[in-house]
């Protein structure tokens, strides 16, 4: 259940515009997802679409309202964690996809996704337009391959330093 406080947030269409890139990349991916912060609209999509393919899933999140909204969602593979900054989390193994859209805090957010380069396949970036603010601006050098889903702001990247992402412009899911 959601505090009141967050059943008061003015929900917007922006906070969906990473689910075609999410559906995609995942629904294309061969291994575990990590989610690098709860969502309204990204953990249920996240979650249902890894149950149905048997794939492990991670959510971490450092805010109690989200953490505990994402709790329901624990199951035998989908973990939730909390967590104060993403760091805490030890980048190891090799994901199929990790998503990030944290507040952990989110000007780090392009430092994690550097951190994940050689350890995901896909990484899917949310709020791509406002490079400065979420740290983006210092990444793109970092990955060999990139696309920008720009239909509907906030944009959404997909990252990649071992798959080609030029499927990504099929407007088929």
Known sequence: ???KDVMKIKYHKGWTTHITMLLKTVGR???????LGAGIFSTPLLHWLCKDRNIKLVTLENNIDYFN????FRSRLHSIKFI??????????HWGVVF?????PYQKRGEDA???KDNANYIV???TE????????????????RYDWRECRPWTSVVSNFKDLSWLDDHNI
Not at 29 to 35: A, F, K, P, W, Y
Not at 84 to 93: A, I, Q, S
Not at 131 to 145: N, P, R, S, T
């Open 84 to 93: 104060e900054k993403t760091e805490d989390f030890p980048v190891r193994g």
């Open 125 to 127: 970036l949310h709020d």
């Open 1 to 3: 259940m959601l505090s």
């Open 100 to 104: 990030i859209d944290h507040e952990m």
């Open 114 to 116: 550097v951190r994940f």
């Open 130 to 145: 406002t490079e400065k603010l979420y740290g983006y601006d210092k990444i793109w050098e970092h990955f060999k391959y």
């Open 69 to 72: 909204f994402a709790r329901q």
């Open 29 to 35: 991916s061969d291994g575990h997802v990590l989610e």
